[in-house]
T-cell receptor, first 111, second 115 residues
Framework: GEDVEQSLFLSVREGDSSVINCTYT??????LYWYKQEPGAGLQLLTY?????DMKQDQRLTVLLNKKDKHLSLRIADTQTGDSAIYFC???????????FGKGTRLSVIA | EAGVTQFPSHSVIEKGQTVTLRCDPI?????LYWYRRVMGKEIKFLLH????????ESGMPNNRFLAERTGGTYSTLKVQPAELEDSGVYFC?????????????FGPGTRLTVT
């Protein structure tokens, strides 16, 4: 079945760049997403990328997609303490099909 | 515009009891999804409504779980009787059918603890 894998923890210093990695198995994934969950809050969509793209940049966020290796990454430039959260990678095959999530990467930012 | 809301935010019940979770999607969103995250594991899909119809309920773990969406507005998820392994955070999400990315907007979740 479909599977999404991510490392569970990442710790970075404030001001450094963070890179969160994700691999997926479903070759028919059309949309790939990064969600952020802050303590006590719901999932907030950070950004998404279509499978026919290999990069998307949005302010401090850069998403890279290597479709051949089924590898997705999220780079956060100039990481701030407010970026501390759990980041979930997710994929889905088509428009309104359910999302398939990874276990989430807990990002800790050290001041 | 109000976001997706869920009630209650936290529920603690004993094994064997019944609990009903509620989700109010964003007004006008036809798609409504339920997901669950068991501690430390992935967020897993439970089921998907389009308006009042169940489009996909392949993720429902067993027949102790019953979801409804009367009138195509809010949805309820009932667990009866609850078991210890049902503990987790239950998320609801909604989306429009027209947006290209079908972005799903998530609620804050209901944390269910079964003791």
């Amino acid at each position: 079945g479909e599977d999404v894998e991510q490392s569970l923890f990442l710790s970075v210093r404030e001001g450094d760049s963070s890179v969160i990695n994700c691999t997926y198995t479903d070759s028919s994934s059309t949309y790939l997403y990064w969600y952020k969950q802050e303590p006590g809050a719901g999932l907030q969509l950070l950004t998404y990328i279509f499978s026919n793209m290999d990069m998307k940049q949005d302010q401090r966020l850069t998403v890279l997609l290597n479709k051949k290796d089924k590898h997705l990454s999220l780079r956060i430039a100039d990481t701030q303490t407010g970026d501390s959260a759990i980041y979930f990678c997710a994929e889905r095959e088509s428009g309104n099909t359910p999302l398939v999530f990874g276990k989430g990467t807990r990002l800790s930012v050290i001041a | 515009e109000a976001g997706v809301t869920q009630f209650p935010s936290h529920s603690v019940i004993e094994k064997g009891q019944t609990v009903t979770l509620r989700c109010d999607p964003i007004s006008g969103h036809d798609n409504l999804y339920w997901y669950r995250r068991v501690m430390g594991k992935e967020i897993k899909f439970l089921l998907h409504f389009v308006k009042e119809s169940k489009q996909d309920e392949s993720g429902m773990p067993n027949n102790r779980f019953l979801a409804e969406r009367t009138g195509g507005t809010y949805s309820t998820l009932k667990v009866q009787p609850a078991e210890l392994e049902d503990s987790g955070v239950y998320f609801c999400a909604s989306s429009q059918r027209q947006t290209y990315s079908y972005e799903q907007y998530f609620g804050p979740g209901t944390r269910l603890t079964v003791t």
